[in-house]
């Protein structure tokens, strides 16, 4: 996910946004615990990307 890209989405979208990085998450996590999982990256990267979005809206709100 491009960091440009989530600066210019409204608080709204990056909820909803950061809504479905939460369930990938948790379906990896799935995944990873019945040894289905063949990509483990993706969970870091997931994870990454969850903590990207909390970061910008707590930024835009507090302007």
Do not use: P, W
Not at 18 to 32: H, W
């Amino acid at each position: 996910m491009k960091l440009i890209k989530l600066h210019k989405k409204t608080i709204h979208d990056l909820n909803i946004e950061l809504l479905n990085l939460l369930r990938e998450k948790f379906s990896l996590k799935i995944q990873l615990s019945s040894g289905k999982l063949k990509k483990t990256h993706m969970l870091k990267k997931v994870r990454r990307n969850i903590a990207q979005i909390k970061t910008i809206i707590t930024i835009k709100s507090r302007v």
